[in-house]
């Protein structure tokens, strides 16, 4: 039997390592609505054990990603309290992958390759179609047209992988407006890039001087109310650089959000930081923050979906269960649905059993990324009115179940 014919509509994480895992057994197309860009200095983030297991298994290769094994985990109170030191070593704790933190951009770059290196993975590389922004899809009839009039059809699977404003997940959920699916919890966060050089000379900081031997991340807390914990996090993003980012309230930025019907607002003035978190934090941590421009990020989730297909089409990765940062979870359990799916698709041969695949991948799926969810939700004092009836989900139980993960095959014997 001809291998199936898989269209992905989102180039980015879920996208690319969707491609890289479907590659093997079938022909995949990718949809990037932008210019895929590599070299761009953007954030970073942390891809742990049970991802990073999988990428490590696929053949990402380390020395491309510019990366660092986190190894500690540094808590201290909002006016530069005795610092509380812990190991956060995945490879020690679980016998298993190491835990990694890395830019976005260099992760793409790898996950590019992966999809479409010509010799270094198994089967036909992707074919990556940028500058493709998909504004309409067919699930029933496996069809995907572009703003600038292209049509792509003929597929026996579209994959949504185009985030949380996904346009697939309209197309599933029968063409309704996904606006009302999306949950916003007045929170925010400023984030900003800065230099190991930046904080070297600071002895408040000289733990995270040199990410060669321990990186990981910094975690300052301080209680301004009720509802919003804030709380400044620094971590490393590459042997030379970390990120600095600060949750607090919305106030003025919710309406600035709305209006330009953005998540993210760049260039924030580096005074307007200092205002919000001057009162709450000792200026050790507040001064991180004037080392780069600062941009502010809507914190945002996804309300559960009871399914993630329909027709001819599937949702992965934000575009079914977006979550919270809380948990620093986000993109690795989109990169265990890419591993899940080429698992499960692997020996379909006929269109026909695409469905059940598809079951057998909520099955799979669903429940965890809803853990997921709910413990990203605990951890930003931000829990729904069901969350709050439920037995709140400890850290030592969230690592063993989340972080041990070895992959689809051993879920589904499981």
């Known amino acids: 039997m001809p291998p199936l014919k898989i269209i992905i509509v989102g180039g980015g994480i879920g996208g690319l390592s969707a491609a890289g ?7 995949v197309t990718v949809l990037e609505r932008g210019t895929l860009d590599f070299t761009m200095n953007d954030y970073g983030l942390s891809i742990v054990s049970n991802a990073f297991n999988l990428l490590q298994r696929a053949g990402i290769k380390f020395e491309n990603l510019d990366m660092v094994v986190m190894t ?110 999306i949950r916003n919890y007045d929170t925010l966060t400023f984030m ?3 230099s190991v050089d930046d ?42 650089g970390l990120q600095v980012v600060g949750y607090t309230s919305e106030k ?62 599937l949702l992965i990765g934000d575009a079914a269960h977006a979550v919270t940062p809380h948990a620093g979870q986000g993109s690795n359990i989109t990169i265990e649905d890419a591993e899940a799916l080429g698992y499960l698709l692997q020996d379909v041969e006929s269109p026909d059993a695409i469905i059940p695949a598809l079951q057998k991948f909520m099955q799979l799926r669903k429940a965890r990324v809803d853990y997921v969810a709910r413990r990203s939700r605990e951890l930003g004092n931000i829990q729904t009115e069901d969350d709050k009836t439920k037995e709140t989900i400890t850290s030592e139980g969230f690592a063993r179940e989340i972080y041990t993960y070895q992959g689809a095959e051993q879920s589904m014997r499981a």
């Open 21 to 27: 895992y479907l590659r093997a057994k079938h022909h």
């Open 72 to 181: 500690h985990l540094w808590l201290r109170g909002s006016e530069n309290e005795e610092l509380v030191t812990k190991i956060f070593d995945t490879r020690a704790r679980f016998g298993g992958a190491p835990s990694v933190l890395v830019k976005r951009a260099k992760l793409l770059k790898e996950l590019w390759r992966f999809a479409t290196s010509t010799t270094d993975f198994a089967g036909e590389p992707a074919e990556v179609v940028q500058n493709a922004k998909v504004t309409r899809v067919d699930a029933l009839a496996g069809e995907v047209w572009t703003e600038d009039g292209r049509a792509f059809s003929g597929f026996d699977l579209v994959i949504g992988a185009d985030g949380i404003n996904s346009v697939v997940r309209s197309a599933v959920l029968g063409g309704q407006d996904i606006t009302a699916s």
């Open 192 to 194: 900003a890039q800065l």
């Open 199 to 240: 904080i070297r000379s600071d002895p408040d900081f000289a733990y995270l001087s040199d990410p060669t031997t321990q990186a990981g991340l910094c975690s300052a807390h301080a209680n301004a109310g009720p509802q919003i914990n804030k709380r400044i996090l620094t971590y490393h993003t590459s042997a030379h």
């Open 252 to 313: 003025e930025f919710a309406e600035k959000f709305n209006s330009s019907r953005t998540a993210i607002i760049k260039d924030i003035p580096v005074s307007r930081v200092v205002e919000d978190f001057a009162p709450d934090f000792a200026d050790g941590f507040v001064n991180l923050f004037r080392h780069s421009k600062v941009d502010a990020w809507r914190i945002r989730d996804v309300a559960p979906m009871d399914s993630w297909y329909s027709g001819k089409a």
